[in-house]
């Protein structure tokens, strides 16, 4: 069995230069919807994790300092931040498209059909989420070299040296993952803009009035006619006369 001792300290690199523009913000253009909230909650979480690695490889708990950083770490916060975009964005679409549908005085029951229902809310967190493609790869590849770092010794330093890649490589992805977002919520954002002008140019239907409306107009006019003298009273209606 090998000795403690003999085991390969384990050192966690800085992470903050790999994380990129997911650190320091992309610039959208001004007036675009930005979701820096998540953007920040995300580096925290991530800052979080590498300094409680930090700690714990200090304190000689080399098992759970690799924890603290691995894929299931990494994947979570992802998730999390990716939902709590995708949820904000389908309440704002919401909004809109409830103002929209009420500025036109759409009823009821057409406006519950423009808001977004279960399945359209699952889409969106679907393609939000398939933003982070590309880093699950790179999570999987940082769990198994530190699946390999666990019980590496001091004559297998390339196993810290891999891992510390795998780390660096896993802060890359995430701010390359972080763009497709942002780029997936811009096509969400044009998506519901159009969905929204549709209903804002929905006007009532005209037929009912046309189809109601021409008759008694129609009727009303031959009445007039008729009391004035210009159309003889049809026998039914002369009947109707006397009665009265």
Not at 62 to 82: F, G, P, Q, S, Y
Not at 225 to 242: D, E, H, T
């Amino acid at each position: 069995m090998t000795s403690p001792k003999l085991l390969l300290p384990v050192r966690v690199p800085e992470l903050g230069p790999a994380l990129g523009k997911l650190l320091t913000g992309t610039g959208r253009q001004a007036g675009a919807p930005t979701f820096d909230r998540f953007r920040l909650q995300l580096v925290g979480r991530l800052f979080e994790a590498a300094g409680e690695a930090r700690r714990l490889a200090a304190a000689g708990e080399r098992h759970a300092a690799i924890a603290a950083v691995d894929a299931r770490v990494w994947l979570d916060a992802w998730e999390e931040t990716a939902s709590g975009i995708g949820a904000e964005l389908v309440a704002r679409a919401n909004e809109r498209l409830s103002a929209e549908a009420a500025a036109v005085r759409m009823p009821g029951r057409m406006r519950r059909r423009v808001i977004l229902d279960p399945a359209e809310v699952r889409g969106v967190a679907g393609r939000l989420g398939a933003s982070g493609g590309g880093l699950v790869a790179a999570l999987d590849e940082l769990h198994a070299r530190g699946e390999r770092l666990r019980g590496a010794t001091a004559a297998e330093r390339d196993a810290l040296n891999q891992w510390q890649d795998a780390l660096v490589a896993s802060a890359g992805r995430t701010e390359g993952a972080w763009l497709l977002l942002e780029e997936a919520v811009d096509a969400e954002l044009t998506r519901w803009e159009s969905v929204a002008a549709t209903v804002a140019r929905w006007r009532r239907p005209r037929w009912p009035i046309i189809a109601v409306g021409v008759p008694l107009l129609a009727g009303a006019t031959w009445l007039g006619l008729v009391l004035g003298g210009y159309v003889n009273a049809p026998g039914w209606l002369q009947s109707v006369w006397g009665w009265l």
